[in-house]
Nanobody, 123 residues
Framework: VQLQACGGGLVQAGGSLRLSCAAS????????MGWFRQAPGKEREFVAT????????YYADSVKGRFTISRDNAKISVYLQMNSLGPEDTAVYYC?????????????????WGQGTQVTVSS
């Protein structure tokens, strides 16, 4: 399974971006999906996750109320709408497919990862 993330870029603080992640294999429609991010010098951290049918979502406290994860299984894609961005959101964002159908917040719960897309927020 290959995951292709896109939509990153440079945005001013307070702005918005929408990340997309397309999968190469329709089987991931049965899997939970997630977004993680990694800032320079920091460990990769959980951002948001969604279960296989989109009914359950979870967010990191740092993005709750600002970010929204969604998916379109017909397009085998997952999205991350990011609003009210701040410099602290600057990182490489990775999409990932979980090992199971549920929404999963831990890195070990994922076995397929995209290549990452850079998000830079200027102050």
């Amino acid at each position: 399974v290959q995951l292709q993330a896109c939509g990153g870029g440079l945005v001013q603080a307070g702005g918005s971006l929408r990340l997309s992640c397309a999968a190469s294999d329709r089987t991931v429609s049965n899997n939970g999906m997630g977004w993680f991010r990694q800032a320079p010098g920091k460990e990769r951290e959980f951002v948001a996750t969604i279960n296989w049918n989109g009914r359950n979502t979870y967010y990191a406290d740092s993005v709750k109320g600002r970010f929204t994860i969604s998916r379109d299984n017909a397009k085998i894609s997952v999205y991350l709408q990011m609003n009210s961005l701040g410099p602290e959101d600057t990182a490489v964002y990775y999409c990932a497919a979980a090992r199971g159908a549920v929404a999963t917040t831990t890195i070990k719960g994922y076995n397929y990862w995209g290549q990452g897309t850079q998000v830079t927020v200027s102050s």
